[in-house]
């Protein structure tokens, strides 16, 4: 089929790429430059502009965007969708938030032009690996979309599907994001734990290999742990700072909207923000306090601990 990609990203460029070499006509903007030529080079067409996608498109006009949640996304969808007419397909491949999503939905449908949101999966390997696709909207119009979502999954029968109508593909991913916070931290504290273990000489990257064959914690997350430890066994090239995309946080707060406990996502998702305090002044206190009330030994800003 022809379809637009804009946004050529990490995933966005791949997943151009992927389609192009399931023999797709794929058409390709981004702000740099580069990046579209780059797609050029291997077969893709680039868009003189979003605007002109009206013009450059045949009917019926399908358009992908891989771009950052918020304005950038509302921005581009109403460029693109200046010169789409009734029936045409914008999609939001994007982590925009779910409520955006059913918005936009009932906006463009005023217009006669379907907006799908797909959440997407898979990082830097799906153009390999394929891309695990969510998507939310009418049946009609992600059914005219099988033939790219069946190249850019796993397999034609694997890994992707509609989930439900406006705004369930972007609300699947994010419950699918939150769940990933959870798993992350729990290897990232077990693996701490093994560590700091004297006397036992633990090799991690060797229990990480071990685990990833036949035990029940298996799973592509522990993969890539035990990859990263091969490379680095201490970690000692990385720094202990983790961002977090919004889909973590939104999940937190439909989880207390629903009234569902979810425990171990919201403590993933504090620890991330822990990781990025250089001095967690709630930490200070604390050891202020007890110094107050029982005289224990501080450590001052210089590292050396000081007996009161």
Request: charged content about 20%; hydrophobic content about 40%.
């Amino acid at each position: 089929m022809q379809i637009a990609m804009v946004g050529l990203g990490k995933m966005g460029a791949n997943m151009a790429a992927r389609l192009l070499e399931g023999g797709h006509d794929v058409f390709v903007f981004d702000r740099n430059p580069p990046k579209v030529q780059a797609l050029v080079d291997q077969g893709a067409r680039g868009l003189d502009s979003m605007e002109s996608a009206g013009q450059q498109l045949t009917r019926r006009r399908v358009a992908w965007l891989m771009l950052p949640a918020g304005e950038p996304t509302e921005s581009a969808l109403q460029r693109l969708g200046s010169g789409f007419e009734p029936g045409d397909i914008l999609v939001d491949g994007g982590n925009s938030n779910y409520r955006d999503s059913i918005q936009r939905a009932s906006r463009w449908r005023q217009q006669g032009v379907h907006f799908i949101d797909v959440g997407t999966s898979g990082g830097i390997w799906g153009r390999t690996a394929g891309y695990c696709l969510m998507a939310g909207g009418e049946a009609e119009a992600i059914e005219f979309l099988r033939p790219a979502l069946e190249t850019l999954a796993p397999s034609p029968t694997t890994g992707w599907g509609r989930v439900g109508p406006s705004g369930a593909g972007h609300f699947v991913k994010m419950v699918h994001n939150g769940i990933e916070y959870g798993l992350m931290q729990a290897y990232a504290e077990g693996f701490e734990i093994l560590r700091a273990k004297p006397g036992l000489e633990l090799d991690v990257h060797q229990v990480a290999e071990i685990w990833r064959h036949g035990s029940v914690v298996r799973s592509w997350l522990l993969d890539l742990t035990a990859s990263a430890l091969a490379e680095d066994p201490s970690l000692s090239s990385v720094r202990g700072w983790v961002a977090d995309s919004g889909e973590g946080r939104w999940t937190v707060e439909e989880a207390i909207e629903l009234d569902v406990p979810a425990p171990v996502i919201s403590l993933s998702l504090w620890m991330r923000y822990r990781s990025r305090q250089e001095q967690s002044y709630a930490a200070r206190l604390l050891a202020a306090m007890r110094q107050q009330f029982g005289g224990h030994a501080v450590k001052p800003a210089n590292g050396n601990v000081e007996p009161v």
